[in-house]
């Protein structure tokens, strides 16, 4: 007996027992570690290629929501797609012959495995893959189960082994391997579409939700004016019903979700909910999420405990703590991380948290009410928002509807605007109808904000004390509104566009300021030159920090900047910032 040669065949065998568990354990942190399992596929078949000689794994998936179908008429086969194949390429053209078709039928209507022995002789010449050319081949085909056991059959996997040196000997391991990556295949793809499915019912809710809210928003008028707000300005139909909302969920402590384009006056509601609430007497505390770092966000909002980190000089109560009994207003709440917010949640969820650095876990009873201008279910949808922190802040989502849309409140905006203006400003300025009648046709996609600067701007510059039409910017063609606008929408302005030379803007520190209302400087001519690269980028420096109410952080975000470059640009521009 020649007992050397059994001795090598044993250690051979050994080794492709070594080698297939290798493979199958390479498979198995693939599968597992990937959020999508088709992706990694390609991986997978050049792992069974390399470790176990498989050659041209490829992957088909029934269409989801075929699979009623399938059940119903066992004989036919719903629509499949290769969705993964061993070069990875979409499956079109020669890769949707990348499984034999009688062979997926086979094992899609059977749900049971397949093994040729020889494919060229079982199925003829084209059931081999391009690439193939004419070698002989064994084939493995493996079901991919709905569930373990389950007779509906979501998916078949596939490889090729050559015939050459005795190949037909490892039909059985391959088969056995192929059952084993199906399986964990399976788990992925089931927990897969699970979430997907999960997801898109998050979604559509969220979109309903929103639906409601806004229609409730754009519905017929209400039968009679609400009651004024505490600095809310309007009269529309759609500003008295966001008002009916406020003040229905202001005897609730239930949280609240402000949505609406920027300037629309998310924080002006968030106040007067406030102080129509039961809480009215304790503090409101706004702490804006886009404005600070995650590392500061986090001591702002939980405090620090003394020595917590370099800086942290002494303990430091956080506006969780500061809000205690209040209401705690979070501005920009899409901006925040995905670690943010688990920390956020926990606290939303138990009411509790540490100070950083700290070990004694505080509770608080705080009302939140947040706001956004960013899509949240899209967020939510693409892994941005978690979920479980969208529905604790989203109870009662409440739309502010662009001022675009309610022109109505534009005239009683204005005046009112001008009043707090005049009170700041020790001044009597009164508007004109006239330019009442031309700011009523101007989009302001800046919002109420933006009519609020627009305002401000006049009111600082025109030499009477009526302010008429002329005196504002847009009849000088001078208006970056008009301009912003036109290239928002690809409309001509109904107040004119960009004035085709350098713009007059007026920005303190680059027009004379308001104390001396007396000897305003008339409109400049406009020259015709265009504006030069430092000119351009200072004006549109000057008309971001205007669009973003002069708050540095928010420009930033509209220049996609880092806050502390914009403050580096507004030096080296020399504008000073200032409100109005
Ligand atoms: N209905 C209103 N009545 C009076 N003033 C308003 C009204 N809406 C907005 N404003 C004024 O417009 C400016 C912008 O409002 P606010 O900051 O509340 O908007 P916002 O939607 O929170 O903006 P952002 O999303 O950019 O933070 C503020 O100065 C505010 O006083």
Redesign the pocket.
Known sequence: MDTSAAGSGAVAERGEEYLTLDALCEIAKLLTGASDPIACMPAVFGVLGAFMGLRHGALALLQEGAQAETVRNARHVNPYVIAATASGVPAAGAEARAIPAQVARHVFRNGVSLVSCDILEEFGAEALPPGLGDSRQALVAVPIRDQANSPFVLGVLCAYRSLKDNGARYLDTDLRVLNMVAAVLEQSIRFRRLVARDRDRIVQEAREAIRVAAEATAGPPVEAPAEALE????SSPA?QRVIGQIRKVAGTHTPVLLR?E???????FARALHALSERRDKAFIKVNCAALSQSLLESELFGHEKGSFTGAVQQKKGRFEMAEGGTLFL?EIGEISLEFQAKLLRILQEGEFERVGGTRTLRVDVRLVT?T?KDLERAVANGTFRADLYFRICVVPIV?PPLRDRKEDIGL?AQ??LERFNKRNGMKKKLHPSAVAALAQCNFPGN??EL?NCIARVAALSPETVIHADDLACHHDHCLSADLWRLQTGTASPVGGLAQGPLELPVLGSRPPAAAPSAPPPPPAVPSAPLDGEAAEREALIEAMERA?WVQA?AARLRGMTPRQIGYALKKYNIRVEKF
Do not use: F, H, P, Y
Request: net charge neutral; charged share 25%; proline share 0%.
């Open positions: 600095g809310v300005i309007g500003i609406g920027s300037g629309t006056g998310k924080e002006v501005d706001a201008n502010l905006l009112g605007l109420v904000r609020e109410g928010k």
